[in-house]
């Protein structure tokens, strides 16, 4: 089956540097999408990876090994109103996304 | 603004009862899709639509079907509710072709079935 892993919550401090893992089992691979979901809202696109390397986009960046099915997010210079949950999301071979449960980012002052 | 719109945004609807959950896109997406969000879950697709006309299963579609008369509107309707369908539905669009396959995301129905 296909399968996406990523932790369930994680605390951080403002400031700080934070990563959040994601690792994946899926019927093929055309992408690596992350999310970010604050607290009864729409999760909106942070990033998107296709091949192997970071990406970066201002205190964000994402990386990916295709050959490990793994990706992880860095958030940078944290904030408080990075507090959200952070959805990763392969796209399989049939062009599907499959989701994983998201990661509850809890930012302490 | 461009964007999702979902209505209603919450609704409390009794077992057995018929609910119809509309999505409007003003975008000119090809694609659209409905998702259910619940605790611990991942989002699961429920149907989706790859252009005007066509209409797809996604992983859990039993009990909800849906129409794609015309780009902008994808309606989901629940034919009897069941309390197991209690859930925040998620209307979402993106462009068909685009590298990036971003899905932009309508705010979310609550729907509560008792």
């Known amino acids: 089956g296909q399968n996406i892993d990523q932790p369930t919550e994680m605390t951080a401090t403002e400031g700080a540097i934070v990563q959040i893992n994601c690792t994946y089992q899926?019927?093929?691979?055309?992408?690596l999408f992350w999310y970010q979901q604050h607290a009864g809202e729409a999760p909106t696109f942070l990033s998107y990876?296709?091949l192997d390397g970071l990406e970066e986009k201002g205190r964000f960046s994402s990386f990916l090994s295709r050959s490990k099915g793994y990706s992880y997010l860095l958030l940078k210079e944290l904030q408080m109103k990075d507090s959200a949950s952070y959805l990763c999301a392969v796209r399989d071979s049939n062009y599907q996304l499959i989701w994983g449960a998201g990661t509850k980012l809890i930012i302490k002052p | 603004i461009a964007g999702i719109t979902q209505a209603p945004t919450s609704q409390i609807l009794a077992a057995g009862r018929r609910m119809t959950l509309r999505c409007t896109q003003d975008m000119r997406h090809n694609a659209m899709y409905w998702y259910r969000q619940d605790l611990g879950l991942g989002l699961r697709l429920i149907h989706y639509?790859?252009?005007?006309?066509?209409?797809g299963k996604g992983e859990v579609p039993d009990g909800y079907s849906v129409s794609r008369a015309n780009t902008d509107d994808f309606p989901l309707t629940l034919a009897s509710a069941v309390p197991s369908q209690t859930s925040v539905y998620f209307c979402?669009?993106?462009?068909?072709?685009?590298?990036?396959?971003?899905?932009?995301f309508g705010e979310g129905s609550r729907l509560t079935v008792l």
């Open positions: 639509s790859n252009t005007a006309g066509t209409t």
């Open positions: 899926t019927s093929g691979f055309n992408g």
């Open positions: 990876n296709v």
């Open positions: 979402a669009s993106s462009r068909t072709g685009d590298d990036t396959g971003e899905l932009f």
